[in-house]
Structure formats: C-alpha cells, structure tokens
C-alpha cells in the first residue's frame, strides 16, 4: 500500500469513483469548500477488482479523510465518460462557491 501514502498525494485529496460500493457518498456531497488540490482515480471498463476494492477500503481507514470513496451517479459509465463526468461536477462545484462569494 505505498503508493497510498499520504506523502505520495503531495497534500491532494484523492477522490476513487466506485460503482459497486454501498458506502459511499455522492461526489457534490464529498466536496466540501477546500477543493484546491483534488485528484481523481477513475476505474477501468467493468469496475474496480475485488483486491483493489479492498485496498481502497483499507487506505481511506489510515489516510485521515485524504481518500475517499465518491459515487457519480447511479449510472455505470465508460472509463472516459466518467472522467469527464468527474470533471464537470467539479467544475460546477467550483462555480457555486465561486457564486457564493460575491
């Protein structure tokens, strides 16, 4: 689990898009006002494995809130639909803050 080490996130919050999981909060929901340094891991065509599954799940038990698992909606996407799809509700959510500002 090296590579889910806080030290190799260099201060971003890692955001998993998982389909299967039941734990998991919806991707609005996760963003909070501190999205300055954000990251997305995306899955591959057909889902996460269960070995990565459970990786996951052990590294947001020791990253203190820096993984975390997001859902993008109830639909199952293509890897390339839902990179784009993660990107435009950020956006979106950097919009709304923005808005709220002024």
Partial sequence: LNFWQ???????TLLICR????EVTSLLATLGDDISKVAFLIGPEGGWSAEEEASFEAAE??????????SIG?????AETAAMA???A????????KSREK
Avoid: F, M, P, W
């Fill in 6 to 12: 806080y030290e190799n996130l260099k201060g971003r």
């Fill in 19 to 22: 389909e299967r999981s039941t």
């Fill in 61 to 70: 038990a020791t990253c203190n809130g820096k993984i975390q698992s997001v």
């Fill in 74 to 78: 109830s639909l199952v996407l293509r």
């Fill in 86 to 88: 993660s990107l435009a």
């Fill in 90 to 97: 950020y956006s979106v959510h950097i919009d709304y803050l």
